[in-house]
């Protein structure tokens, strides 16, 4: 290219998720969340934490895109950073090396971030579990990477095949990782309401003894089904 790009573009003004609608997820299931969206909404599997005793988050996304092997935006995005974000970073899923390890675990426990989510590799380990900070991504690898850019900081982005805005809701736990659109994110709570009663409910009935659900015990009753014995 004839003229070099900004080593770094960087949106620092968007539209957060309200803190209100923040607490309504916290400490929900990401799979009661992801049926709320019709079963989807949810990062590639391959995004896991890299502590699993450290690992239920809720927040505000602040997005970031990365070359592959490079993390100069992931280190921007920290320092523009609110307490309470979410750094979720799109890394191309390149797995040769990491862009985080326990140095950016740390400054973002010093910035008060809510987690790390990588589309990318992560190294470590012990250092990332010791600074408390939910850390997920796709792997551990020792390998190092650069920080040279170009890198974007607030953008739309895609991460683990999904869609994220800045400003979006990102919640964490065991399961992974799942984006609720912040323009629907009122929406998803009211179905998330009835979805945690319905569940709480049916495993009550589970716990008493039941070992089918009514509509497979009704199906099982009617002409839709042919018994070949």
Same mark, same amino acid.
């Not at 450290?54 to 927040?59: D, I, L, P, S, Y």
């Not at 995005?77 to 950073?81: I, P, R, Y």
């Not at 009663?197 to 015990?217: D, P, S």
């Given at each position: 290219m004839i003229?070099?790009?900004?080593? @770094?573009?960087?949106?620092?003004?968007?539209?957060?998720?309200? $803190?209100?609608m923040i607490a309504r997820f916290r400490g929900m299931p990401t799979s009661a969340v992801a049926d709320a969206m019709g079963g989807r909404g949810a990062l590639h599997h391959a995004?896991?934490?890299? +502590?699993?005793?450290?690992?239920?988050?809720?927040?505000?996304a602040l997005t970031c895109e990365t070359g592959a092997s490079d993390n100069l935006a992931i280190l921007a !995005? @920290?320092?523009?950073?609110r307490a309470g974000d979410v750094i979720v970073a799109a890394s191309e899923g390149f797995e040769g090396a990491a862009v985080i390890g326990d140095n950016v &675990?740390?400054?973002?426990?010093?910035q008060h971030v809510a987690a790390l989510v990588i589309d990318g590799m992560a190294r470590d380990a012990?250092?990332?579990? +010791?600074?408390?900070?939910?850390?997920?991504?796709?792997?551990?690898?020792?390998?190092?990477c650069v920080r040279s850019g170009p890198g974007r900081v607030g953008v739309t982005i895609i991460a683990g095949g999904v869609a994220v805005? &800045?400003?979006?809701?990102?919640?964490?736990?065991? +399961?992974?990782?799942?984006?609720v659109p912040r323009r629907t994110a009122a929406a998803v709570a009211a179905r998330l309401t009835e979805i945690i009663? !319905? $569940?709480?409910? @049916?495993? &009550? $009935?589970?716990?008493?003894? !039941?070992?089918? @659900?009514?509509?497979?015990?009704q199906l099982l009753k009617s002409d839709r089904v042919d018994y070949l014995d």
């Open positions: 003229v070099d790009p900004p080593v @770094l573009s960087i949106r620092r003004n968007f539209e957060r998720t309200e $803190e209100a995004i896991k934490p890299i +502590d699993p005793r450290n690992c239920t988050f809720a927040g505000c !995005a @920290l320092a523009v950073a &675990a740390l400054m973002a426990r010093n012990k250092g990332i579990a +010791d600074a408390q900070v939910p850390v997920f991504a796709r792997g551990l690898t020792p390998n190092s805005e &800045a400003g979006d809701l990102v919640i964490g736990d065991l +399961d992974g990782v799942v984006i009663r !319905a $569940e709480t409910k @049916l495993q &009550a $009935e589970i716990i008493a003894g !039941a070992t089918e @659900l009514e509509a497979i015990a």
